[in-house]
T-cell receptor, first 111, second 114 residues
């Protein structure tokens, strides 16, 4: 069974640009979660999508947004990038109330 | 609000030593508790879980018991290996916060030397 896949592995942007990160969940999982792992800040919950809708949102500004497609894959978009957005972005998926399974992440670096 | 507190790292041990990583939590409801492990350059892997008081989660020689009276979920292993070197995260999810949202501790780095 294929796990959660994320792309790209690394992404380098400059301040003010936009970044798009992608996530494919485990087959059969309908929920996708996004987390930010920034140095010194630990793992912070960003967004939760289920059945195509945003269900919950962490304490992040509106320039962090995303969507979930009919095949349950998901995109995370970060607009107007700032230096502090440099982090590892982790996607997780789950089915029902089962534990979340994580991908290997996208490392976003802002120059 | 809900929170998870882990012991500061790094924890440095010799191979075959006994491991304990402390984790305590604060939650308004009845959380499920998890330990995740992150190997260098990788995402998080679920190590074990417990969904109610007195449950013991176990996997790959690691164990943790859900202690409601002390609000703790300490991770233990009887004999660590070099391959166990990683960062370990304690986490909870609670219906009151939106069951599917995980709240993580800050992580504890484990270094095992031969």
């Amino acid at each position: 069974e294929a796990g959660v896949t994320q792309s790209p592995t690394h992404l380098i942007k400059t301040r003010g640009q936009q970044a798009t990160l992608r996530c494919s969940p485990i087959s059969g999982h309908t929920s996708v979660y996004w987390y930010q792992q920034a140095l010194g800040l630990g793992l912070q919950f960003l967004l939760w999508y289920d059945e195509g809708e945003e269900r919950n949102r962490g304490n992040f500004p509106p320039r962090f947004s995303g969507r979930q497609f009919p095949n349950y894959s998901s995109e995370l978009n970060v607009n107007a990038l700032e230096l502090e957005d440099s982090a590892l972005y982790l996607c997780a998926s789950s089915g029902g109330r089962q534990p979340q399974h994580f991908g290997d992440g996208t490392r976003l670096s802002i120059l | 609000g809900n929170s998870v507190t882990q012991m500061e790292g790094p924890v440095t041990l010799s191979e075959e030593a006994f491991l304990t990583i402390n984790c305590t939590y604060t939650a308004t409801g009845y959380p499920s508790l998890f330990w995740y492990v992150q190997y260098p350059g990788e995402g998080l892997q679920l190590l074990l879980k417990a969904t109610k008081a007195d449950d013991k989660g176990s996997n790959k020689g690691f164990e943790a018991t859900y202690r409601k009276e002390t609000t703790s979920f300490h991770l233990e292993k009887g004999s660590v290996q070099v391959s166990d070197s990683a960062v370990y995260f304690c986490a909870l999810s609670d219906r009151n916060t939106g069951f599917q949202k995980l709240v993580f501790g800050t992580g504890t780095r484990l270094l095992v030397s031969p």
